[in-house]
């Protein structure tokens, strides 16, 4: 790139913000959730996952407030995209970038945007055929997984039940890489009132459950895979407490062909989703 060129899309002349800059220890809270429920905001980090927060931005999906950039070319256009939708763009220094982030690699660019104000009944309102529901999920890169999977495979919703981990956390937002704009994200911490409301929206309440008599495979060959279902998932060490799947309309497991004593919770949301995705397409 020309050296004008590369000038001119810079976000400006005056001095890079340090990380003691006011700016940047105000976004800085945001990476404890106290301070994302205060400000209402989350930060979003690297250039795929800016991209998809400028483009719900533009879609009215969200609102992006700033964006801290170090000083390095590869990241212009998205810089260009934001000053053209009127998004202030802060120079920041290597360290400034580094205290916003949460990697071991800092990426350099990080936006700064409005947490969505999904209710329950905003997110199920559309009635989805497939919505993933998380139950006491602690770890924020398997929930940040299951929204990235539950995009891919065409669910309508996930919802956050119960002491589930914050959808907004940085991990969190890092593994939906960038899903979390693409459908609707509510959190609900009365897990009773999450299964209504499903129901309500003519969802199958299935939860998946190592230790189920069923199978998918034998739900699958009887079609049941092929209705409207809320799949719920639970915590990683111990799954569906039985006071959870005595709520449920059923359990089903995935079957394991292998000598694997089990899945973990992504990879076995992946394989239950995308069963109940491809029974609904052929039925469809």
Known sequence: ?????????????????TERSSRVVVARK?????????????????????REALAAHAEGATAVREVFVTDDPRHDELLDRARAASIPVRLVTERAAASLSETVTPQGLV????????ALADALAARPALVAVLVGISDPGNAGTVVRVADAAGAGAVLFAGDTVDAFNGKAVRASTGSLFHLPVARERDVSAVFAACREAGLRLVGADGYATDDLDSADRSGALAAPTAWVFG??????PGHVTAELDGTLRVPLYGR??????????????YASARAQHRAG
């Open 235 to 240: 915590s990683e060490a111990h799954g569906l």
């Open 30 to 50: 945001l990476t404890r959730r106290a301070g994302r429920e205060k400000a209402g905001a989350f930060l979003v980090e690297g250039a795929q996952a800016v």
């Open 260 to 273: 694997a004593e089990s899945l973990n919770l992504a990879t076995a949301a992946a394989v239950c989703l």
């Open 111 to 118: 936006a700064v945007c409005d947490v969505p104000a999904t």
């Open 1 to 17: 790139m020309a050296q004008g060129a590369h000038s001119a899309s810079r976000p400006g002349t005056d001095a890079p913000l």
